[in-house]
């Protein structure tokens, strides 16, 4: 393997993706590193589908429109409600490691940063690891050469999801730990007939803000949503199943659902919403044992009560929490709620977007989600303020709480990954 790129990208998730891809087809020499054994984070291991729409006047889209194009040719993608991003999430693992090839990107998976070596402001090279190479060495001797290689590079791109390059370099953040979103362990159910559940719930459920159904290519695919906030047309099923102990309280604090591209029989959830704080070990492990165990009550409460899934059965849970909101570096520029809520321009934007601030709270009635207009992100808010060759792509960039709380999702990620880089090239950096 080469030991000097121009462009090392850290993360290999959404907004990873987005700006290795991009930073290949420009000519930059690049490579991805990703700690799984595929790519796509959210989208793949997170089961984080689909990808929402964020407006009409969105920009730095090629690769969006790639991945899109490129799920389509293997039956992995639906446009559904004049969204394109329903996508397959076992497809897009193969369409992700197929656009890299085409952009000539090199890809190391299995793969963690271990440390980086800093100088002058700059990083001049980092150091990565592998423990699958452990595997294959019998010598210790031999192998501890091979797990670890210093490779040096001219511009790093954090793409982590918890800015840990920027972590490692002593960067100054924006934290605040009373400033926590609730995660999410999502799952997918089969032996669902989707036909039958969306003629019962488009009658059931009226309101087609929240329930809508759509049949593509004789396919039928249908959303529909319940949170414990107000009053949804699920909600007198979700009240007898607390009361007749088929659920807890806390499983129906949020219920989303969506068919899924290429898997006929399939529904995806994005659910159950952790309301417990996790901020240690101990906590993880406790709210990853409960929330599946809540998918467990789920897929009961569903055999039970809503027509179609009386064969269902869990298929898949997700690999990795969807987590909302992590730690943000501190940029050139601290974007604000302000600039987002008045539309502020910037000389330098990586996005367009209209997605509304969504910020999940775990006690009721206390989410916010807040329709705004377009509003723009400038590339200063992916730049470190403290190191002059590292960038930050994804949820982790320079934000407020409330403003991060509409940036954070997958059209945006890939709009900041290839917008940086284009910005890189244009500029010449």
Known sequence: M?????????????????????????GFKTLLVEKNLHLGGMITSGLVL?????????????????????????????TYQDNQGWFNPELCKIALDNLMKKANTVVLFNTFIKSVNLNCRLIRSVELSSDML???????????????VSIETRYVIDATGNCEVAKLCGCEFLENNEEVQPASLRFIMGGVDTKRFANWISDFDKDRNVTTVEVIDDVTHFSTAYT?????????????????????????????????????????????????PINNEINLSNALIEARMSIFRLTDFCRKYLKGFENCYISNIADMLGIRVSRRLKGKYIYTIDDLKSGKEFANPVLRSNYPVDVHSAKKNSST????????????????????????AGRCISADLQAQGALRVQASCFSMGEGLVKYLKKRGI
């Open 2 to 26: 080469d030991k000097k790129y121009d462009i090392i990208v850290i993360g290999g998730g959404t907004a990873g993706c987005a700006a290795a891809y991009t930073a290949g087809k420009l």
């Open 50 to 78: 689909p990808v929402m729409k964020s407006g009409e006047n969105q920009i730095n889209t090629d690769f969006y429109n790639d991945l899109t194009a490129e799920l389509k040719t293997l039956g992995g993608q639906v």
């Open 134 to 148: 452990s595997v294959y060495n019998v010598s210790s001797q031999t192998s501890d050469k091979l797990l670890s």
């Open 228 to 276: 414990w906030d107000g009053h949804w047309a699920l909600k007198p099923l979700f009240d007898d199943a607390v009361d007749k102990g088929v659920l807890k309280d806390s499983d129906r604090n949020y219920f989303q659902i969506f068919t899924v591209a290429g898997m006929p029989s399939c529904v995806a959830f994005n659910c159950p919403r952790i309301i417990e």
């Open 369 to 392: 989600l807040e329709a705004v207009q377009d509003y723009e992100l400038p590339v200063e808010s992916l730049m470190s303020a403290d190191v002059d060759n590292l960038f930050i």
